[in-house]
């Protein structure tokens, strides 16, 4: 039965949360793959809007069992603040899986991220803090504490105080910071351990039968394609795949069992953090945008930088994650503009490229190449059907679709959990 993925198309926030709550009543779990509480969904139900970093958004819906899977980086008291901030809204996170193989962000995870960005300086990557890259790199380099290990107070000793061995040198002689004291670290991960020991799972055995049974299994992504440490814009990328290829790897189950591959794709373009952005508006087009978009992060509240659409990118996408279904978001936002420019190429140094540039320094003086598509001036946050869409609207989605290379199969009109033209089933 299926398995379908969700990743964003761009550079994350392109609204992952309203798909996911659209397929919710179909849907029997929710994984997520990557990442950690960098993420960030908001998802509007009603007259309440919940903000999720780390927990699935088939929290929400009581029927959904939420998968926390081995590719994401846990930071435990983030976690356990965000299922308490949800019980005091009265929803229960009892069913919560998380994967024994999942890696945990440390203290020293955090602190290191800090200190190396503040030595960066002017070449920061423009994290978000939360200890996601040096998470992830210890979990390559093999010093990592996996979920598992607060089952085993023993193991967890140990683990703590060989990384803190080699983490305190660092943090003392390099960064010239105060070290962590291992002792302290151990008791407040024992006191996670109590909290967190009932979700622990085997969740790629029980995603594997649940599968067999014919469950619904929706893998969401955290970030977006173009901060793929593979495939993204390196080194203003995140440390883990977003992509459909890292929905697998990241849940545990093997590609064969993906039937749908659905990316998320904002009707203009918005990136968080540093990096190059060849539509990126400076002006107070792009404050409009931001503005009229509500272009904050919900994780750390940065101001998101605004441009418009850019259809090399949205082309890119399709290929690397073989997108079978786009939704597109916030096309609502875009109303009341005469005009839309759309990014169908780059000139890069006098030549034009109709794909991503090979290397960094080429994408890096991309100058978008602009397509004028006529706007609209209607209202269309109550459009229940494609065809109750303006003409100019219509064509502008259909332009999309085309120069993505990907059928558009539900349109995001507004915030809200119904404001969503569906043009034919995701499932
Ligand atoms: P990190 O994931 O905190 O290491 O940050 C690396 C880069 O990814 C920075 O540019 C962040 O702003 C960006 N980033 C991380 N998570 C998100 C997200 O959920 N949305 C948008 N950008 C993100």
């Given at each position: 039965?299926?398995?379908?993925?969700?990743?964003?198309?761009?550079?994350?926030?392109?609204?992952?949360?309203?798909?996911?709550?659209?397929?919710?009543?179909?849907?029997?779990?929710?994984?997520?793959?990557?990442?950690?509480?960098?993420?960030?969904?908001?998802?509007?139900?009603?007259?309440?809007?919940?903000?999720?970093?780390?927990?699935p958004?088939?929290?929400?819906?009581?029927?959904?069992?939420?998968?926390i899977?081995?590719?994401?980086?846990?930071?435990?008291?983030?976690?356990?603040?965000?299922?308490?901030?949800?019980?005091?809204?009265?929803?229960?996170?009892?069913?919560?899986?998380?994967?024994?193989?999942?890696?945990?962000?440390?203290?020293h995870?955090?602190?290191?991220?800090?200190?190396?960005?503040?030595?960066?300086?002017?070449?920061?990557?423009?994290?978000?803090?939360?200890?996601?890259?040096?998470?992830?790199?210890?979990k390559?380099?093999?010093?990592?504490?996996?979920?598992?290990?607060?089952?085993?107070?023993?193991?967890?000793?140990?683990?703590?105080?060989?990384?803190?061995?080699?983490?305190?040198?660092?943090?003392?002689k390099?960064?010239?910071?105060?070290?962590?004291?291992?002792?302290?670290?151990?008791?407040?991960?024992?006191?996670?351990?109590?909290?967190?020991?009932?979700?622990?799972?085997?969740?790629?055995?029980?995603?594997?039968k649940?599968?067999?049974?014919?469950?619904?299994?929706?893998?969401?992504?955290g970030?977006?394609?173009?901060?793929?440490?593979?495939?993204?814009?390196?080194?203003?990328?995140?440390s883990?795949?977003?992509?459909?290829?890292?929905?697998?790897?990241?849940?545990?189950?093997?590609?064969?069992?993906?039937?749908?591959?659905?990316?998320?794709?904002?009707?203009?373009?918005?990136?968080?953090?540093?990096?190059?952005?060849?539509?990126?508006?400076?002006?107070?087009?792009?404050?409009?945008?931001?503005?009229?978009?509500?272009?904050?992060?919900?994780?750390?509240?940065?101001?998101?930088?605004?441009?418009?659409?850019?259809?090399?990118?949205?082309?890119?996408?399709?290929?690397?994650?073989?997108?079978?279904?786009?939704?597109?978001?916030?096309l609502?936002?875009?109303?009341?503009?005469?005009?839309?420019?759309?990014?169908?190429?780059?000139?890069?140094?006098?030549?034009?490229?109709?794909?991503?540039?090979?290397?960094?320094?080429?994408?890096?003086?991309?100058?978008?190449?602009?397509?004028?598509?006529?706007?609209?001036?209607?209202?269309?946050?109550?459009?229940?059907?494609?065809?109750?869409?303006?003409?100019?609207?219509?064509?502008?989605?259909?332009?999309?679709?085309?120069?993505?290379?990907?059928?558009?199969?539900?349109?995001?009109?507004?915030?809200?959990?119904?404001?969503?033209?569906?043009?034919?089933?995701?499932?």
């Open positions: 039965m299926p398995a379908a993925v969700l990743v964003g198309a761009q550079w994350g926030d392109e609204g992952k949360g309203k798909a996911t709550d659209l397929l919710g009543g179909d849907v029997d779990y929710v994984v997520r793959y990557q990442g950690g509480n960098n993420a960030g969904h908001t998802v509007v139900i009603g007259d309440q809007k919940y903000a999720l970093h780390l927990l958004t088939g929290i929400l819906s009581p029927d959904v069992v939420p998968v899977g081995n590719g994401v980086v846990i930071d435990p008291g983030v976690l356990l603040s965000e299922i308490d901030g949800l019980a005091a809204r009265g929803i229960s996170a009892e069913r919560l899986l998380i994967s024994s193989n999942a890696h945990l962000i440390m203290p995870h955090k602190a290191l991220d800090k200190v190396t960005e503040r030595y960066l300086g002017k070449a920061r990557i423009g994290t978000t803090g939360r200890g996601i890259g040096p998470a992830y790199g210890d390559i380099a093999r010093m990592g504490v996996r979920v598992q290990d607060l089952l085993d107070p023993g193991i967890l000793a140990k683990k703590i105080e060989v990384a803190l061995g080699e983490k305190n040198q660092v943090l003392t390099v960064y010239n910071r105060r070290g962590i004291e291992p002792a302290a670290v151990l008791e407040e991960y024992l006191a996670y351990a109590e909290r967190l020991k009932p979700h622990i799972a085997d969740t790629s055995l029980v995603l594997s649940a599968l067999d049974e014919g469950k619904f299994v929706l893998l969401e992504g970030q977006g394609t173009l901060l793929d440490i593979d495939h993204g814009t390196y080194p203003f990328v995140t883990s795949s977003p992509t459909s290829g890292g929905a697998c790897a990241g849940a545990g189950i093997p590609p064969n069992r993906l039937t749908k591959i659905i990316g998320i794709l904002k009707a203009y373009t918005t990136r968080v953090g540093s990096g190059p952005f060849p539509t990126e508006l400076t002006d107070e087009v792009g404050e409009w945008l931001r503005q009229t978009g509500g272009e904050y992060g919900v994780t750390t509240g940065r101001n998101r930088r605004c441009g418009w659409f850019d259809a090399v990118i949205a082309r890119y996408a399709t290929r690397i994650n073989g997108i079978t279904d786009y939704f597109l978001t916030k609502d936002v875009l109303s009341g503009l005469e005009r839309i420019p759309v990014c169908v190429a780059y000139d890069v140094d006098g030549v034009r490229h109709d794909e991503i540039p090979m290397t960094q320094t080429d994408f890096h003086h991309a100058v978008p190449v602009y397509e004028e598509l006529p706007g609209w001036q209607e209202d269309i946050t109550s459009a229940k059907s494609f065809d109750d869409l303006p003409p100019n609207a219509q064509a502008y989605v259909r332009a999309l679709e085309e120069m993505s290379g990907a059928p558009i199969s539900a349109i995001g009109v507004g915030p809200g959990r119904d404001q969503t033209v569906v043009v034919r089933s995701l499932v």
